[in-house]
């Protein structure tokens, strides 16, 4: 009722509502002359009548909105897709390298435990073996010094001797034999030892068969003669010894 008594008219056709300039009425345009008192029709025709407008009403419907939001949103989760699997591959890549990396290690390790056991063993055989060109070029003077004493008669050895002669020949068969001793137990000392084979089984590894020789009360593949003495260094065999064995019948 009261719209309809002011006059006024309101228009909405979006969100915003404005007001529209107020239009002057022929009524208002009346000059009234000072102190005089206007009547109520004439205060109510001065009333401003006012017109609201709405501004322009959206374009874009909600629908094409979601849309666009949904498009940007399956892009992004596309690209971050593509650089998890970018990602994943790069670390594939990585894991596969430090295998081989590890493999190498290991290989590597293992090559230079080997050396180095290699290197402490031929450190100690150079130890354990310096001295075995010298050892077995020493071997004539022990063979020598053997033969000697064998030349003395066991007799002229165990026998009073009143000659001048014979108690000379028996204090150097005693030189020599004292001298054989001291040698034997100086390439002792140095890890030289004797091989002497007597009642033994013949070893290929440690004997030299010269000759087979049949005998009833011995078991046959028994060393039975020594010709030439055998020696080892530092449990190497140096010279086989040369033996006369049993042959069986």
């Not at 017109?51 to 940007?72: G, I, L, N």
């Not at 971050?80 to 990396?101: G, P, W, Y």
């Not at 020493?138 to 108690?167: F, H």
């Amino acid at each position: 009722m009261l719209q309809r008594t002011f006059g006024t008219t309101f228009r909405q056709t979006g969100r915003r509502i404005v007001a529209s300039a107020p239009r002057a009425t022929s009524t208002s345009l009346i000059r009234r002359s000072p102190g005089s008192t206007p009547s109520p029709a004439t205060a109510i025709s001065n009333v401003s009548f006012r017109r609201f407008y709405a501004t322009k009403p959206e374009s874009e419907p909600v629908q094409s909105s979601t849309a666009k939001v949904d498009a940007e949103a399956e892009s992004e989760l596309s690209e971050v897709e593509k650089r998890i699997q970018e990602l994943e591959t790069s670390l594939a890549s990585k894991e596969k390298d430090i295998a081989d990396l590890k493999d190498k290690y290991l290989r590597q390790v293992a090559d230079f435990r080997n050396l180095q056991e290699t290197t402490k063993r031929e450190v100690q055989n150079s130890k354990d073996y310096a001295i075995q060109k010298f050892a077995r070029d020493l071997l004539d003077s022990v063979d020598n010094l053997e033969r000697a004493l064998a030349n003395v008669p066991e007799e002229q050895r165990t026998q009073e001797q009143e000659s001048e002669t014979d108690r000379a020949l028996i204090s150097l068969y005693d030189g020599v034999r004292m001298t054989q001793q001291v040698l034997e137990h100086t390439l002792k000392h140095h890890g030289l030892e004797k091989i002497d084979p007597i009642g033994e089984k013949f070893d290929p590894h440690r004997h030299e068969a010269t000759f087979e020789v049949a005998q009833p009360d011995k078991e046959p593949g028994t060393v039975f003669f020594v010709q030439q003495t055998g020696f080892t260094l530092n449990n190497r065999v140096l010279r086989a010894a040369k033996v006369g064995v049993v042959k069986e019948e």
